[in-house]
């Protein structure tokens, strides 16, 4: 079954950075594009980036785009987010799924499979 198993949140203050992982099992990850989404308390969730299935194409929201980077690694099944600047307003916990065929960046939180792990926590703050 789907397993998607996210690592690498934690504590930051304003301007460091973090690198999320993701790491995917039960399905052949080399044939989907992936996606990071981010839930924050009182506000909707977000798709932040979004990378095709040979990594050739990658996709932001406006709110991230020149801060994070997306990449994935097919050899090891995960898939990574680089943030860096990060800024109060990325306080959320982080989650990875599979998003429409090429990775495009859609409202809200949809993913392909129905699975979600725990997420992992992202917190910025001075």
């Known amino acids: 079954q789907v397993q998607l198993v996210e690592s690498g949140g934690g504590l930051a203050q304003p301007g460091e950075s973090l690198r999320l992982s993701c790491a995917a099992s039960g399905f052949t990850f080399s044939s989907y594009a992936m996606g990071w989404y981010r839930q924050a308390p009182g506000k909707e969730c977000e798709m932040v980036a979004g990378i095709a299935s040979a990594g050739n194409s990658t996709d932001y929201a406006d709110s991230v785009k020149g801060r994070f980077t997306i990449s994935r690694d097919n050899a090891k099944n995960t898939v990574y987010l680089q943030m860096d600047s990060l800024e109060p307003e990325d306080t959320a916990k982080y989650y990875c799924?599979?998003?429409?065929?090429?990775?495009?960046?859609?409202?809200?939180?949809?993913?392909?499979?129905?699975?979600w792990g725990q997420g992992t926590q992202v917190t910025v703050s001075s």
């Open positions: 799924n599979a998003p429409g065929t090429t990775g495009t960046i859609a409202p809200g939180c949809w993913g392909r499979f129905d699975y």
